[in-house]
C-alpha cells in the first residue's frame, strides 16, 4: 500500500529519538479502516512517554527500558499520538463503504491500551484502526478542533463521570490553562453549566475570561507558595464539591482544604510533582474522597460524540504546528509562559 510520512520514537530520550521519516502505509484487516489523519494534538502522555516518566522505580532500570503507565516496557521504535482526527478513506472487510469520506475521532484510551502509547498512533499521515475505535461526527468544528478533542477530553470526561457531576455542583480545576483542564472547563460550563472555579498561573487570568466569557467560570490567579495563592485557598476553603487537578505537586494539601465535607478530588496526573505529603485527618475527618482516574469510563466517547454533534464544546487552540515541527511543538507545549489551550499538529 506504499509509504506515508511518520514521527517515530525510536526510543526513552530527548527530543532527537523524534525521526520523520517514510513508514510502510499498513494493510487493512478485517473490520479495520484507513484513516487520512488531519490534526493530532500534543500532550502531556507523549512527552512522559518519550522520556520514561512513569516508571516509579528507583532508578535501577536501564534507560533504555523505563516502564509505561502500564507497568510495561513501551514498545519502541513507536508512533506515538494520541490524539488524532481524520477522514476514513478505505475501509476493510465488514465495514459499510458508507463510512468512506466520515470524519471520525479515535479513542485514545480502548480495551487494548493506549493509541500511541502501547501501540502506533496519530504522529503519521494515514493509520489503519479498528472500526470500533472510531466515532463519526459532524458539526461545525475544525480539523484543528477536532485533533485536539480525544485525549484531553476523553480524560477529562472520564474525571468527570468518575465524580459524579451533576447539576449545582461548584467544581474547582487547579492548572486551569492545560489542555485537560480546559477539556474540563469546556465539559462542565459548557456542556454541563456547572460552576467552574478555575485557578491559572499569572499573566492568564484575562485570556480566561475571555476564552470562557458569557459561561459560569470564576477565575483566579495564582501559584502554589505566593500570596495570591493564599487568598484562593481562604476565599473557597470548604466550598468545593469536587476538585479535579491534574497539577499535584506542593499544593495537593491546600486544594483539599476547599472541599466540603463528603466532596472528592479526582486526577489524571500530576504535572507539578507525582510525589506529595498528605495529611490523612484532612481525608477522614472530612469524609473525603480520592480518586484516581486512567481507564475511561464506557459511557466517555459516546458522551463526547454527542457533545460534539451538538456543537456543547469548543476546544481552545493555542498554535498549530506541521507534524515535523513536532520537537518545536512539545517544547512549545512544556514552557508555561501566558498562554491557554491546546498545541495541535497538521500534516
Known amino acids: 500500500m506504499g509509504t506515508h ?13 523524534l525521526k520523520y521519516i517514510d513508514v510502510p502505509t499498513p494493510e487493512l484487516r478485517p473490520g479495520s479502516v484507513l484513516i487520512e489523519v488531519k490534526s493530532m494534538g500534543v500532550n502531556n502522555t507523549d512527552i512522559n512517554t518519550r522520556i520514561g516518566w512513569y516508571d516509579q522505580g528507583e532508578g535501577e532500570d536501564d534507560e533504555e527500558d523505563k516502564k509505561g503507565w502500564n ?10 499520538g494520541t490524539d488524532a482526527a481524520g477522514i476514513i478513506v478505505q475501509v476493510g ?6 463510512y468512506i469520506g466520515k470524519t471520525v475521532l479515535i479513542q485514545s484510551c480502548t ?9 502506533d498512533g496519530g504522529f503519521q499521515e494515514k493509520v489503519v484502526v479498528p472500526f470500533s475505535h472510531c466515532w463519526t461526527v ?13 485525549c484531553s477530553y476523553g480524560t477529562a470526561e472520564s474525571m468527570l463521570i468518575r465524580a459524579r457531576i451533576t447539576p449545582g455542583m461548584q467544581i474547582m480545576v487547579p492548572g486551569a490553562s492545560g489542555g485537560v483542564a480546559g477539556a474540563v ?45 493564599s487568598k484562593i485557598v481562604e476565599e473557597f476553603k470548604g ?17 483539599l482544604s476547599c472541599l466540603k465535607r463528603g466532596g472528592s478530588y479526582v486526577t489524571s496526573g500530576a504535572i507539578a510533582g507525582a510525589k506529595v505529603e498528605i495529611d490523612m485527618r484532612t481525608i477522614y475527618l472530612n469524609d473525603l474522597s480520592i480518586l484516581g482516574s486512567t481507564k475511561w469510563a464506557d459511557d466517555c466517547f459516546p458522551n463526547l460524540q454527542r457533545f460534539i454533534n451538538d456543537s456543547k464544546i469548543k476546544p481552545l487552540i493555542t498554535k498549530v504546528f506541521k507534524l515535523q515541527d513536532i520537537a518545536e511543538a512539545q517544547k512549545a507545549f512544556l514552557d508555561k509562559g501566558a498562554k491557554v489551550g491546546k498545541f495541535v499538529l497538521t500534516p
Open 93 to 98: 472487510e465488514g465495514i459499510e463503504k458508507y
Open 185 to 229: 472547563i469546556d465539559l462542565c460550563a459548557r456542556a454541563r453549566n456547572v460552576n467552574v472555579v478555575a485557578i491559572v498561573g499569572e499573566g492568564k487570568k484575562a485570556l480566561l475570561e475571555e476564552a470562557y466569557q458569557g459561561l459560569p467560570v470564576t477565575v483566579r490567579e495564582g501559584r502554589f507558595g505566593g500570596e495570591k495563592w
Open 138 to 150: 459532524n458539526n461545525t468544528l475544525t480539523m484543528e478542533e477536532l485533533g485536539a478533542i480525544p
Open 71 to 80: 507497568g510495561k516496557s513501551s514498545p519502541f521504535p513507536l508512533v506515538q
Open 239 to 255: 466550598c468545593v464539591d469536587v476538585v479535579v487537578d491534574n497539577v499535584g505537586g506542593g499544593g495537593v494539601m491546600d486544594i
Open 5 to 17: 510520512k511518520a514521527v517515530v520514537t525510536t526510543g526513552i530520550g530527548d527530543y532527537d529519538v
Open 111 to 119: 480495551d487494548n491500551g493506549w493509541f500511541g502509547t502501547d501501540f
